[in-house]
């Protein structure tokens, strides 16, 4: 059973720092993209990167660029989330998901999701 | 403002049949992307329900269908049930952003 938990959310202030964890099972890790998407409070779905089987390739939407990395650890099946320089407007919970080897690479498979919450 | 654009609600009896509407532009969707649809309950993550326009994943009920068609797509949902109760999210991908777009979602209400 594939399995996706993510970990890492709390309390934070606006300019801290943050870093998601998400532990991955079930599956094939190493062979599949993943992304991380987040969604504020009371409102809807925003994409914010994927990431390639090796690492090699990492896409962000812009208003993370520069501030968020995605990583991945093959060893540990595990995907990341390094968030610095947050800002109030980050505020949100954040999903890990898997991209299915299908053709645009729908996200099959979705954690349930930590809470990030960026306050003063 | 989301750049997949859907209509905040829409609501049928049960038994009805109700449609989803998601429309983009020359740079998304007119652009030949393909569209998915995610169904997200109250309080859950949310769960893939149409892939690459009209696909759906195993375990999905075939009430459920998409479509597509020049610069929108739409999600259709028959024999409408209580359970159907959510938001529903359609997903791009926009070449002029170069990123992945999300519809702004639509509550579903089973009256």
Avoid at chain 1, 35 to 60: A, C, F, H, I, M
Avoid at chain 2, 1 to 26: E, K, M, N
């Amino acid at each position: 059973e594939v399995q996706l938990v993510e970990s890492g959310g709390g309390l934070v202030q606006p300019g801290g720092s943050l870093r998601l964890s998400c532990a991955a099972s079930g599956f094939t890790f190493s062979s599949y993209w993943m992304t991380w998407v987040r969604q504020p409070p009371g409102k809807g779905l925003e994409w914010v990167t994927n990431v390639n089987q090796d690492g090699s390739e990492k896409y962000y939407v812009d208003s993370v660029k520069g501030r968020f990395t995605i990583s991945r650890d093959t060893a540990n099946n595990s995907l990341y989330l390094q968030m610095n320089s947050l800002r109030v407007e980050d505020t949100a919970v954040y999903y890990c998901a898997r991209l299915a080897h299908i053709t645009a690479r729908p996200s099959d498979y979705w954690g349930q999701g930590t809470l990030v919450t960026v306050s003063s | 403002q989301s750049v997949l654009t859907q209509p905040p609600s829409v609501s049928g009896a049960p038994g009805q049949r109700v449609t989803i509407s998601c429309t983009g532009s020359s740079s998304n969707i007119g652009a030949g992307y393909d569209v998915h649809w995610y169904q997200q309950l109250p309080g859950t993550a949310p769960k893939l329900l149409i892939y690459g326009n009209t696909n759906r994943p195993s375990g999905v009920p075939d009430r459920f269908s998409g479509s597509k068609s020049g610069t929108s797509a739409s999600l259709a949902i028959t024999g409408l049930q209580a359970e159907d109760e959510a938001d529903y999210y359609c997903q791009s991908y926009d070449n002029s952003l170069s990123a992945v777009v999300f519809g702004g979602g639509t509550k579903l209400t089973v009256l």
